[in-house]
Structure formats: structure tokens, C-alpha cells
């Protein structure tokens, strides 16, 4: 079974195979070769730095094509700066042949390169009103060196205070590799240094220093909003290491980021430690979301092998955390929570596994909690030393999750439904749970926030034997499926329009992706939810649809790594989407003329505003409706105290309707009773 980490770098394996002809025509285009010299068109390419001059002054959008090759800073970085600075985006993409016809996304074929000597690419936006948009392609950034200040491979600087511009910075399928900001002084951010906003895809950081933050230091500008929050995605770090006193040996942050679907690994050596700090260093009020993602052979000196929060909370999710080994000098724990000032932050822990970490001490080989609101449900704790979980102070509590030797002496309360059984992984190196393992089916299927998928991807709660309950673990113990098979929805749910629905699914081995659909109408059309989707689960947002439609039903289509179709699933009865849902009367019963009922109803999503609200009533099964005095409403209060007609003979086919309708009288939304109710003639 194939985790997602090693499935996306399969995809960029397979990626840099692929050739691709791309055309903007929403930009500039400026034509760069490493030995270029001329004015920027195709039939004359210009060096990289003059690209980056005509691009930041032009008043376009640029794409700058970076033919394939080495391109050799000279006695300073590649610059896009603020002077002159026209506000407009810049993509540098690399790979391209040399008549530019036809693109490698394989980033190892375009190297910018610091020769050890100078930073390799600086964008910066240290004048009020600039603002930067740039991102960067298919290229290898490479041996830069960083002395004068943070930031050696990429630095991406946003000025001082009373002087920041803006910066928005996209790196995407690069690699990042040896480069080095200078321990004395103590520059910081090897690969990366930031202080902007920022989102990075499907890169590898390898073997880059720094005095912190080897890889990536993180940090915000007085200017950015602490909103946004930078991702980091679907990226391998390997070999990073920090030297120093400080923290962060791969990456370090005080920022509030989230990373989803990464991998972190140790030294190439496999013995050496990557530095005093942790490899993941989360700091001073922030609160990094760890999702999805793999910690094995970290080598820390001190505190916090693969995570330490210091003032600042987080979320671990479906991770894995193997053979890490924490305080190798002085320290504890694979991940480690310290309260250094202020209130305790909080932090949560769902579904993760922890094999085989260590610590000097042989205490809290897994975790080391000093202060944290800290709450752990649904893990697996397993050969992390004679203790491996251990709490100093704080409220720290855990439920529903295996513990090796159990919690006696670790400081935690015990939140219910702990066990202490071997977990039965697959094998020695294998993770995955075994079909006889104690933890499978016995998580908490209700705890807030749960994943919808496992690590792998597979569709989080599916019936291991023992009915359709979450197990422990970064796992989701999946039974073979022989078809693509639709678990979530299974047809007779009502779902509110605008909301948000888990869709779930099994598939065989032989499918690499999945295509979504839904129909309104049972089937007969079907419209693209998404597609390109590696996982087996999926959060859809359901659209606004003019009216309830009762006919739905949700389609996922299995292609395989060659793009060929290989099945296809549909939920097994149809659901309901719906706009609007008249609650009282709603059927059964009897109402006496002059009486003064509550009509009720309740409005999801709609299309277009509502601008009133139109009531109606039938005493004959529906033949014909008469609009109830009052109506229509302006507005939609919900809500309306309705005078029972008078009739001559009891009715008993009666319904009530509400119609909303927008600004133009359009219909946005319908509903009536479910079933027939009475009228009586007053007495």
C-alpha cells in the first residue's frame, strides 16, 4: 500500500518525463538562456537577472522561460526588488528546450546556482506599496551561501517596519538543495527564509544549514495579517540540519502554518544528528497544523526530535512518527510541548503512531508535555523506551488509543477506552495494521476534527470486521475491494444545499486517481465535482440549487496510472439536496378553523438571495393552493403565525407550502408539508 508521500514523489518522478507545450497569453513573455545576451524574445534570449529587471518595470504580467541549463550567480544573488516596481505577477518557469517549444518539468534539468558564494534568488519588497506576486517552477535552486543575512537558497524579504511591502510567494515542483546560511554570525534559513506569505508544493529540501531553520525559516513582517496562514505541501525534507544554539533544524517558525502530506528525514548517514534543534521548531503564539505526514530517523541533540512547541499550540493529524531519536545530549521525546510564558496554548493529537523514538534519559521517548492544554485520541504508542509518554504539568489527557505498559507514572489523565494490547502491525517496518490487530474498529468515530482519509489516503472510517468505527493509528485498516465501491453517501440522506458532505470510497489496487460527479437528477446527467484526486475521501461543498431535488447521487470513476478508466462506483440509492425544509405543520394532526398555528421553516443556501416569502395552503390533496392571508413576507423571517380558513365540513387533505422567491420574483426554493394533516370546522 502505497502512502500519499510516496505517491507524490512517483508523480514527480513521472512529471519530470512528461513534455508539455504552454502558451500564456495573459502576460509578457521574456525568453532566457544561461548564455543569453539579448533583448528577451525567443529568437534572442537575455541572462536571468536582465528577465527579472524587464519583468519587475514592464507593467505586465510576466512569464520569464528559463531554458534548460545552469545559470551561475555572479557577485550577488538573482534580484527582483522594489525599485521601479510595477505590482505585477512573475512566474519563473524552468525546463524549457532550446527553441522553447517544448518544456521538462524534471527541475534538475534548470539550475540556479550560488557556486558557494552568493545567495542564489532574493525577491524583495522593502518600499510601503509594493506589492509582489512570484512564484517559481521546475527548477533546481542550489549551493548558495548566505553570509551578509538570513536566507541562503531563497530569501524573501518584506523590509522593516514603516517600510513593508507586500509579498506573495509560490514555489512549486523544485528542488531545493546545499545551501548555507553562515553560523557566525548566526544567519538563519538555509534553503528558505521568509517573512511573507507564502505556499510551496512538491519540492525536496536536501542538505541545507543553517544557524536555525535549515531548510525554511518562517516568519511574518509587521505588515502581514496573521490570517494567512503559508502551506507547505506534498514536499521531502531530507539531510536539513541546523548548528548552534537555537532551534529548528529543518524548518523553524513563528508563524501560524500548515504542512500536509510532507516527509521528514534525518541525516543521509542515518546516525549523525541534524542539530540541536527539532526538526519541525513551532514558536511564540502560532499554531502549526501538522497533517498527514511521516517523521522517521530525526537525530536531535536536545528537546523535540521531529516537533517542539514552545508558547504555541498546533494540530498533529495522521501522521507517523518512527525511530526518532530526541535528546541525544540533554532532552526528551519525538514531540515535545513547552510552556515558557503566558497561558498554556493547546494542542491535539488524533490518529498518529509513534514506533520505535527514543531519548537520552529513556523517558518520554514519544512525547514530552511541560504546560500544554494537550488532548490525544485514536494513537498508538509502541516501543518509545520504558515511558514513553510523560507529562510534567498541564492538562494532558488521552482516550481511545494503545499504550504500551499504559499510562502508569506519565502524568496523564486517562480520558476512557485505553488499551495496552500489542497493536499487530504488519511487519517489522511495516506500520500498516494487521487484519488481527486490537485496533482496529475501537477509535472514537466522534472526536472533533477527525480526518476524513488516513495517511495513505484510503477513506478513514471502513468496517474492519467489528462494524464501521475509526481504528487507532495513522492507519485505516482497509479490506481488499474487488470494484470501486461509494460508501459515503449510501443514498437516503437529506444534505443541506451550501454545506459541507464527506464523500467516501473503496477501490482495488490497480486505481492511482479518482474523478468525482453528482447528479440531480438520478443519474440521466452528471456534473464534475473534481478530479486529479489521489485520496479516497473527499469534502464536498454542495452547491446551492435552485429547488430540493430528491433524485441525487454522487459518482467516483478509478483511472489508473496510465489514465485509463478502470471502474466506477454510485451511491446505492439516491439522497436528498435541500434548499429549504418546511418544519411545522408538517403533517398528522388537527387544526381547527380560526386556530393560529406557527407555519416554520428553515432556508439552506440558495442560489440568489431571498427577497420574500410566499405561503400557501391546500384542503384538497393538492388540486389547487390558495395563498394563506399575510403572505407574502418580506424578507424570510423564518416564521409566520397563520389564521386556520374557515371550512364548512371537515378537510382532510390539507398541506401547507412555503415558496421563496428573489429580488425578481424568481423562485430560489419550495417545500411543503411531508404528509396530510386535517382541518375541522370551528365548533
Known amino acids: 500500500m502505497r502512502t500519499r508521500i510516496q505517491m507524490s514523489f512517483m508523480l514527480l518522478l513521472l512529471g519530470a518525463l512528461i513534455i508539455l507545450s504552454f502558451t500564456p497569453i495573459w502576460a509578457a513573455n521574456i525568453y532566457v538562456s544561461p548564455t543569453g545576451t539579448g533583448d528577451g524574445t525567443k529568437a534572442s534570449p537575455t541572462d536571468l537577472q536582465n528577465a527579472l529587471d524587464l519583468a519587475r518595470t514592464n507593467g505586465q504580467d510576466d512569464v520569464i522561460y528559463l531554458q534548460q541549463g545552469t545559470y551561475l550567480t555572479g557577485s550577488g544573488p538573482f534580484s527582483y526588488g522594489s525599485s521601479g516596481n510595477d505590482n505585477m505577477a512573475v512566474a519563473l518557469l524552468g525546463g524549457w528546450n532550446t527553441g522553447f517549444i517544448r518544456r521538462s518539468l524534471d527541475p534538475s534539468l534548470t539550475m540556479l546556482d550560488g557556486n558557494s558564494a552568493t545567495r542564489v534568488l532574493e525577491i524583495i519588497a522593502d518600499v510601503a506599496g509594493v506589492t509582489i506576486d512570484f512564484s517559481v517552477e521546475g527548477i533546481t535552486i542550489q549551493n548558495g ?84 496562514e503559508p502551506i507547505i505541501e506534498n514536499c521531502i525534507f531530507q539531510d536539513n540540519s541546523n548548528v548552534g544554539g537555537w532551534q529548528g533544524s529543518t524548518i523553524f517558525t513563528n508563524v501560524s502554518a500548515t504542512i500536509r502530506n510532507c516527509s521528514f528525514t534525518g541525516r543521509l548517514d542515518g546516525v549523525s544528528s541534524s542539530g540541536s534543534g527539532s526538526t519541525l521548531y513551532s514558536q511564540y503564539n502560532s499554531s502549526t497544523k501538522v497533517l498527514n505526514s511521516f517523521f522517521s530517523t530525526c537525530i536531535i541533540d536536545y528537546w523535540g526530535s521531529a516537533i517542539q512547541y514552545w508558547d504555541a499550540g498546533g494540530e498533529i493529524k495522521n501522521c507517523f512518527f518512527i525511530d526518532n531519536i530526541g535528546g541525544r545530549i540533554s532532552g ?7 510552556n515558557n510564558s503566558g497561558p498554556a496554548e493547546t494542542i491535539a493529537i488524533t490518529n498518529s503512531t509513534f514506533v520505535g523514538n527514543q531519548s537520552q534519559s529513556g523517558l518520554a521517548g514519544a512525547l514530552h508535555n511541560r504546560g500544554a492544554n494537550l488532548s490525544i485520541t485514536n494513537s498508538i504508542f509502541w516501543g518509545n523506551g520504558s515511558t514513553g509518554l510523560y507529562s510534567e504539568y498541564g492538562s494532558a489527557t488521552i482516550s481511545y488509543s494503545d499504550i504500551e505498559g499504559g499510562l502508569g507514572g506519565a502524568g496523564f489523565t486517562d480520558g476512557g477506552n485505553n488499551v495496552s494490547d ?174 393560529t398555528p406557527l407555519i416554520e421553516w428553515s432556508t439552506n443556501e440558495t442560489v440568489r438571495p431571498v427577497a420574500t416569502v410566499q405561503l400557501f395552503y391546500t384542503a384538497n390533496g393538492g388540486v389547487t393552493w390558495k395563498q394563506i392571508q399575510g403572505s407574502p413576507l418580506s424578507g424570510n423571517p423564518g416564521s409566520f403565525f397563520w389564521t386556520v380558513p374557515p371550512v364548512t365540513k371537515e378537510k382532510s387533505k390539507c398541506k401547507v407550502k412555503v415558496v421563496l422567491k428573489d429580488a425578481k420574483g424568481n423562485s430560489v426554493g419550495s417545500d411543503m408539508s411531508d404528509t396530510f394533516f386535517t382541518i375541522q370546522p370551528s365548533p
Open 332 to 338: 526528551y521525546g519525538a514531540v515535545t510541548y513547552y
Open 145 to 228: 551561501y548566505g553570509s551578509d543575512t538570513h536566507g541562503a537558497g531563497v530569501r524573501a524579504y518584506s523590509g522593516t517596519s514603516g517600510s513593508n511591502g507586500t509579498i506573495l510567494l509560490t514555489i512549486r515542483n523544485c528542488v531545493i538543495q546545499n545551501n548555507q546560511a553562515t553560523i557566525s554570525p548566526s544567519w538563519s534559513g538555509g534553503g528558505i527564509y521568509t517573512d511573507c506569505y507564502f505556499e510551496v508544493y512538491d519540492t525536496t529540501f536536501l542538505s541545507n544549514r543553517g544557524y536555525s531553520g535549515g531548510a525554511m525559516f518562517i516568519t511574518y513582517a509587521a505588515n502581514l495579517s496573521s490570517a494567512l
Open 422 to 595: 500489542n497493536p499487530q502491525f504488519v511487519a517489522p517496518e511495516n506500520y500498516h495494521l494487521a487484519a488481527d490487530s486490537p485496533c482496529i474498529d475501537t477509535g472514537d468515530s466522534v472526536t472533533p476534527g477527525l480526518p476524513i482519509t488516513d495517511l495513505d489516503g484510503d477513506y478513514r472510517i471502513l468496517d474492519g470486521g467489528n462494524g464501521a468505527i475509526v481504528d487507532m493509528g495513522a492507519d485505516e485498516y482497509s479490506p481488499t475491494f474487488g470494484a470501486v465501491t461509494l460508501l459515503v453517501p449510501q443514498g437516503g440522506e437529506v444534505i443541506p444545499s451550501g454545506s459541507k458532505q464527506v464523500i467516501g470510497w473503496g477501490a482495488p489496487g490497480k486505481a492511482d486517481w479518482f474523478k468525482l460527479l453528482y447528479s440531480l437528477d438520478n443519474g440521466l446527467t452528471w456534473l464534475t465535482i473534481d478530479k486529479g484526486i489521489a485520496e479516497k475521501g473527499y469534502l464536498w461543498s454542495v452547491p446551492a440549487i435552485p429547488k430540493n431535488r430528491k433524485s441525487c447521487r454522487i459518482k467516483v470513476v478509478a483511472f489508473n496510472d496510465l489514465n485509463v478508466k478502470v471502474g466506477s462506483g454510485v451511491t446505492q440509492g439516491p439522497f436528498m439536496i435541500e434548499v429549504v425544509k418546511l418544519t411545522l405543520p408538517n403533517g398528522g394532526g388537527t387544526l381547527t378553523s380560526g386556530d
